[in-house]
């Protein structure tokens, strides 16, 4: 079966207000190769109060290796990679997205996060125990 992670990363514009589909349409224009890798069922809204409806990317329990042979997982890193390298004299009309990333392996310390320069820490790492 292999080691597994839980990931999630979040994308939102807190300048612009934009939508849940406007937000969608700018990453799926941006970045086809993601959407093309990566379902429209591992896609959702955040239904929050905040004027921004934030969209939210999720793969549960999933191998998250950056090795070539994971093309799925490699060009999602290529567009944080992408996102991490936008720094705050980019203009808002080249990036008015930000992201947040965060995976939680199956050991203890084996948590990782990761921002765009601007990014509002909205993300939060929580570990409960699943009990049946």
Request: charged share 30%.
């Amino acid at each position: 079966m292999g080691y597994r992670s839980d990931v999630t990363a979040m994308f939102y514009c807190p300048e612009r207000k934009l939508t849940y589909t406007q937000t969608m349409d700018w990453l799926r224009t941006n970045f086809p190769a993601v959407f093309e890798a990566w379902p429209a069922g591992h896609w959702a809204p955040l239904d929050d109060s905040k004027d921004v409806t934030p969209v939210v990317f999720k793969a549960d329990y999933c191998k998250w290796y950056t090795k070539a042979e994971f093309k799925d997982v490699a060009v999602f890193e290529d567009m944080l990679e992408w996102f991490e390298s936008v720094n705050p004299t980019t203009s808002d009309e080249e990036c008015p997205i930000e992201c947040e990333f965060g995976r939680i392996g199956e050991d203890t310390e084996d948590i990782e996060y990761r921002c765009s320069f601007n990014a509002q820490y909205r993300m939060q790492q929580v570990r409960a125990w699943d009990l049946t």
